[in-house]
């Protein structure tokens, strides 16, 4: 059982649409991560968010928008996606300021684009 | 910045044989380094790591990393491969090794087992 939950698994949207994926973490960790997986690549690093405060972002369109309520809640606002966009977005989450801590990541969620 | 390569896509073992996957790192001081697996249709599960120290790392579901400076590697091994090791296997490392940092991935190596 994964320790970080991502909501929805699966998300179709057209590109008109506003939609929200979620992420959750209680192992009390400071720093989450999103990062976004075409099919048969690598992660690649969108966002991070260090003691609730976004810290990095990988010149990422602004038609993604992160969010981070509080210290175990990471949300991803998604608004007029292109065919593109599609692919598994992952939420990950670490202890603190200290890239000696490993990233835990959720299941993912599938998002496609019509 | 650091960064990880995996010189090979596709590997293909038999079951009950051993493994190694490769993967290179570039960075001058002592690199954090990570392996991650990846089932279909899940996230990364991470199997080991390494910071400093001993070079040989022990990881979970009987997996062993070795760090050798001389050749800036740090391959996964498994003695035995059993089925269920099929899967897709991530080099990482830290962007910059400062702070709360994004991992950088390898390009994956596919593990293919053979009955």
């Known amino acids: 059982d994964t320790e970080v939950t991502q909501t929805p698994k699966h998300l179709v949207m057209g590109m008109t649409n506003k939609k929200s994926l979620k992420c959750e973490q209680h192992?009390?960790?400071?720093?989450m991560y999103w990062y976004k997986q075409k099919a048969k690549k690598p992660p690649e690093l969108m966002f991070v968010?260090?003691?609730?405060?976004?810290?990095i972002n990988e010149s990422v369109p602004s038609r993604f928008s992160p969010e981070c309520p509080n210290s175990s809640l990471l949300n991803l606002h998604l608004h007029a996606l292109q065919p593109e966009d599609s692919a598994l977005y992952l939420c990950?989450?670490?202890?603190?300021?200290?890239?000696?801590?490993?990233?835990?990541f959720g299941d993912g969620t599938r998002l496609s684009i019509l | 910045a650091q960064s990880v390569t995996q010189p090979d896509i596709h590997i293909t073992v038999s079951e009950g044989a051993s493994l190694e996957l490769r993967c290179n790192y570039s960075?001058?001081?002592?690199?954090?380094l990570f392996w991650y697996v990846q089932s279909p249709g899940q996230g990364l599960q991470l199997l080991l790591k390494?910071?400093?120290?001993?070079?040989l790392v022990q990881g979970i579901k009987g997996f062993e990393a070795e760090f050798k400076r001389s050749q800036s590697s740090f391959n996964l091994r498994k003695p035995s491969v059993h089925w269920s090791d099929a899967a897709e296997y991530f080099c990482?490392?830290?962007?910059?090794?400062?702070?709360?940092?994004?991992?950088?991935f390898g390009k994956g190596t596919h593990l293919i087992i053979q009955p």
């Open positions: 990950a989450s670490s202890q603190g300021e200290s890239s000696r801590q490993p990233q835990h």
């Open positions: 192992m009390g960790h400071r720093a």
């Open positions: 968010y260090s003691y609730e405060k976004l810290s």
């Open positions: 960075y001058g001081a002592t690199p954090y």
């Open positions: 390494y910071f400093s120290g001993d070079t």
């Open positions: 990482a490392s830290p962007y910059s090794g400062g702070g709360a940092d994004g991992l950088t």
